[in-house]
């Protein structure tokens, strides 16, 4: 009834209470600019903050389940210093992620799996620095590479046919008894493949590492890392105001269709 609403909406208040404390202690600027634009552009950026960190615990919660706890944790420290390759935190343990389980789909352990992404998404990165194109571009065409779409790794200097393809896992001890190549083992001769017709650019991103563009690349790297590592701070107080929101919406929705309302002078316990 009537004292539920007045019960949850006292809870209410008291959870935003508490993250209006949580937002005040990070910006001393919320108590002079409330309720003006100045205040709305701080509160957005603090919203970006907090989904910055909420993206990068997805990325991390994703990689665990790929690769396993213990392979995860390879995966996560590559990460942790991929803006030396102009990669934020997140964008690398993301990408690192798709790849594992794209190997891990095609026949890969997880051991192995977890081995090669990171060194895929580091080449990737050294190939757009090369070439002067976007990571995720150039990241996009390892994959089609790796999955035997070769057409995509020509723009940039790569080809092979199948035939070398088998023929190098082949050489690499990767066929059975019988010489039959499995699509793991062709990934893993694609691999090599690429690697012997990418020489040149391989470490671009260290030789060229005071250009323009990798300056950029690591500067947007370090703002979103930053921005992962305040918002963390912060995610404990945004989840109370979700939680409190949820049981405000719970009690307004289990209300009946008609609420009638008295004076308060008029409630009088029934007798």
């Given at each position: 009834?009537?004292?539920?609403?007045d019960t949850a909406a006292r809870g209410a208040a008291a959870g935003t209470d508490e993250l209006n404390r949580n937002v005040r202690g990070l910006s001393a600027l919320g108590g002079i600019f409330a309720g003006t634009k100045i205040f709305g552009v701080v509160r957005k950026e603090?919203?970006?903050t907090v989904t910055a960190a909420s993206?990068?615990?997805e990325q991390i919660s994703k990689s665990q389940a790929v690769f396993g706890r213990d392979a995860s944790a390879q995966v996560e420290a590559f990460a942790k210093s991929a803006n030396a390759i102009g990669l934020s935190e997140r964008a690398a343990i993301g990408a690192a992620g798709t790849f594992g389980n794209l190997f891990t789909a095609l026949g890969l352990s997880r051991d192995a799996a977890a081995k090669l992404s990171p060194n895929v998404v580091k080449l990737g990165a050294d190939l757009a620095s090369f070439n002067n194109i976007g990571t995720e571009d150039a990241l996009e065409k390892l994959r089609s590479g790796?999955?035997?779409?070769?057409?995509?790794?020509?723009?940039l200097g790569v080809s092979f046919n199948a035939a070398q393809v088998e023929a190098k896992a082949a050489a690499l001890g990767l066929a059975d008894v019988n010489g039959a190549v499995s699509e793991g083992a062709k990934v893993q001769a694609r691999w090599a493949l690429i690697l012997e017709q990418t020489g040149n650019a391989q470490g671009d991103v260290e030789r060229t590492s005071g250009s323009l563009a990798n300056q950029q690349r690591r500067l947007a790297a370090d703002f979103e890392n930053l921005q992962a590592s305040v918002g963390s701070k912060l995610i404990p107080a945004f989840q109370a105001g979700v939680q409190t929101a949820e049981q405000m919406i719970a009690v307004f929705s289990?209300?009946?269709d008609k609420v009638q309302f008295r004076p308060a002078c008029l409630y009088q316990d029934d007798a």
């Open positions: 009834g009537l004292r539920d609403v603090i919203t970006a993206d990068l615990n790796l999955v035997g779409e070769i057409e995509p790794l020509r723009a289990a209300l009946p």
